[in-house]
């Protein structure tokens, strides 16, 4: 009896952590679309812009519907592009993770969730460089700061809300049986 109720039917690669990191990561960028919060936080963090106004991509990636204010489709498309990186890199690294080291302590899991971020965030800031660079017709000098710039402020964005998904990494029970 004790055998039917460890039997656990899942599919392949849907360990509930790597859910959690994923989830965290499309909520963040579902909740940096929607123009209220992105409103009020430029309100209230003023100094978070700056970066921006020297050219490297704010925050996290959006994900949204329609372009915001005089950006258009393409740009549109290019964000939700990097919002797909970003889910896809954190869950992909949390999955890595998981599988080379599957009687991780918590502490361990609670960083790997948190680095997950940060390479997430360092990736799709890369992608959302380039874009910049494209957008501004910048010469091969421009698209490689461009791009490091959108890396290193995206892994910083990554660093200071990596927290969200080193909790959700902990989601799920512990992968050694220790009987």
């Known amino acids: ?41 430029a309100a209230h963090e003023g100094m978070t812009l700056v970066p921006s106004a020297l050219g490297a991509p704010f925050a996290l990636p959006s994900l949204r519907a329609v372009p ?7 740009h549109l498309l290019c964000e939700d592009f990097a919002a797909a990186v970003l889910v896809t890199v954190a869950a992909l690294r949390m999955r890595r993770h998981l599988r080379r080291h599957p009687e991780a302590p918590r502490l361990r899991r609670l960083l790997a969730g948190w680095t997950a971020l940060i390479a997430a965030g360092g990736a799709s800031g890369a992608w959302r460089g380039l874009v910049a660079a494209r957008m501004v017709d910048a010469g091969p000098a421009g698209w490689l700061a461009y791009g490091v710039a959108g890396a290193a402020f995206g892994a910083a964005w990554g660093a200071a809300l990596g927290w969200l998904t080193a909790l959700a990494a902990l989601a799920g029970p512990e992968r050694a049986a220790r009987d």
Do not use: H, K
């Open 1 to 41: 009896m004790r055998q039917l109720m460890r039997l656990r039917i899942r599919l392949p690669g849907t360990e509930p952590a790597v859910a959690a990191v994923a989830g965290v990561c499309l909520l963040l960028a579902l909740l940096l679309g929607l123009t209220p919060v992105l409103t009020a936080f």
């Open 68 to 74: 915001l204010g005089s950006t258009g489709w393409p």
